[in-house]
């Protein structure tokens, strides 16, 4: 299933319902303002993903705009198999994001079902991807939220959520994962909208 702005609004109104806190927060940032990441393909999606890893959004953008350059495009399977470590590392990958695109490519190029998720379940979405080296739940996460559009997504390993309910609940510390999916079991089923909410909570303060 995935988020009709009909169903964003419907969120909404079901988090002021179910949680006090969550009204509260949702009252403070105002509309939901969600949106889907639907250019290019899930490959360039995923691919984005593991060169984003552990670097700042201006060095991903440069890397990104010379993989661009030397593929007259968009990254796709057979580019980074027959691209030579040397000719990755130029591009600006570590020896480590090079191995971890290419164990991409090549699953993808053995019949990885990236043009099947649509039609899985979360969790097997989660279980298929992160099968692919470098890719794990968080990112499967993101992936589901913000370009499949599922409804119902927690990412309680986050440590944006966790921060949020930490403040917005009063703890005396961080929650941890466990207790995430505890306090966010009201917000079901549009838990993907409620941390939407969280994170956007952290720049509203």
């Known amino acids: 299933m995935q988020l009709s702005p009909t ?31 639907l250019g290019g ?45 040397a000719e990755l590392r130029a591009l600006g990958l570590s020896r480590q994001k090079a191995s971890y695109l290419r164990d991409l490519a090549a699953k993808a190029s053995d019949g990885l079902p990236l043009g099947r998720l649509a039609r899985m379940k979360d969790e097997r979405v989660i279980e298929t991807l992160t099968a692919v080296k470098g890719i794990g739940r968080w990112t499967v996460e993101m992936l589901l939220m913000f370009r499949l559009g599922r409804p119902d997504v927690l990412p309680d390993g986050d440590l944006g959520i966790q921060n949020a309910i930490h403040r917005a609940y009063g703890l005396r510390r961080r929650p941890t994962p466990e207790r995430v999916k505890k306090i966010g079991a009201p917000w079901a089923p549009y838990r993907s909208v409620a941390s939407w909410y969280l994170w956007r909570s952290l720049d509203a303060e």
Do not use: K, N
């Open 41 to 85: 393909t899930t490959y360039w999606y995923l691919s984005r993903a593991i060169l984003r890893q552990q670097i700042s959004g201006h060095a991903a953008a440069a890397i990104e705009r010379r993989i661009r350059d030397r593929f007259r495009g968009a990254l796709r399977p057979e580019h980074a198999l027959r691209a030579s470590d």
């Open 7 to 37: 169903q964003v609004r419907r969120a909404a109104a079901h988090l002021r319902r179910a949680d006090p806190v969550m009204a509260a927060i949702v009252h403070r940032v105002g509309p939901c303002g969600m949106r889907l990441h």
